[in-house]
């Protein structure tokens, strides 16, 4: 696939859902040293949807982003399986027009990961404050030549978790 430039009238109403979550994260980054607002939404095949934002710290370099906030949600929640992402950031939540924010190199690692636990080439929508400008791309286009777990011959380890993680969820049905 090729990163493309999107309309928001062309999006659905659930794709929509998603970016408004990301954006609606925004206000709460926790950003005292570079003012700038991220947030970022995760949708999983529960349909549920995990929202997070960037939460800077003293030491800069231990700072988090926030599709990993996000992800972490997820996969704490025991919902990894990730299909699409939004990211919407700027230097604040009511900013006008301004770039569109993509994930850092780490993040696309991040992602790249539960990409492989999803067994899917992860959809993202990147996003500037206003919505304006609408960047949709997968985790593939924005991370070449990448290695996961299943590239490290973990794949039965990680079919393994998500076993787990089924039968302790229709354990708790029961
Ligand atoms: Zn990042």
Redesign the pocket.
Known sequence: MAIEKINSADLSVSTLQLIECAKKVMSNAYNVYSHFYVGAAARTISGKIYSGT?VENASLGLSV????AALLLAISAGDPEVIDMAVVGGTSPDTKGGRVAT??????Q?IYEVSQISKTDIMLYCCNPDLSEILRMTISDLLPLPFGPKDLGVEKEVENYLGQLRSTISEDKK
Do not use: M, Q, T
């Not at 982003?65 to 990993?68: K, R």
């Not at 994930?103 to 696309?108: F, L």
């Open positions: 960037n982003c926030a599709e990993p994930p850092c190199g780490r993040c696309r991040i």
